[in-house]
Every structure is written in C-alpha cells, then in structure tokens.
C-alpha cells in the first residue's frame, strides 16, 4: 500500500530504485547495511532523486547519512534551501 505522507513518497522512491516492495523499504533501515548500498549505489540512487526534484546533497552533509531518514532529512533540506 503506498503511503501517503512525503517520507512515504520518499520511501517509494528508495525502494523503487532498489528493486524492492515500498513495504520492504523502512525509514530507520540501514542504507549500507539492511539495503546493501555501496557508494556508487548511492551516487546511482542520488541520481534518481535528481530526476524526482531533489536536490544533490553536499559530500559534507552526506558524511552522517546512515539511515533512509538521515539520507531524506539532507536531500529535503539541500532542495529546500539549497
């Protein structure tokens, strides 16, 4: 079932990207560790965010990015603030 509040629509995105279920796609999940992204996954998933209207977070900004919702919080506030 699709969520409906913008950490869901996020969450879809992630999880379309990764070839999963939205369902399978959590927002305290691990980016590396419980959904397997490596570093040019990352640059592939950031990528597809572009294409949505996200903005491309900073490397600094990236730095403390561990879960689905860090990676959401820097790409929303880079897009917002940019």
Do not use: C
Not at 14 to 25: I, N, Q, R, T
Not at 55 to 81: F, G, I, K, Y
Request: proline fraction near 4%; charged fraction near 20%.
């Amino acid at each position: 079932m699709r969520g409906v509040g913008p950490m869901d629509d996020f969450r879809l995105l992630v999880a379309l990207h990764l070839g999963l279920g939205e369902e399978k796609v959590g927002s305290t999940m691990r980016l590396t560790e419980d959904l397997g992204l490596d570093s040019l996954g990352m640059h592939a998933l950031l990528l597809e965010l572009v294409e949505h209207g996200y903005a491309v977070p900073t490397p600094d900004s990236l730095r403390n990015v561990v879960t689905v919702a860090d990676l959401q919080a820097v790409v929303v506030a880079e897009t917002v603030h940019g």
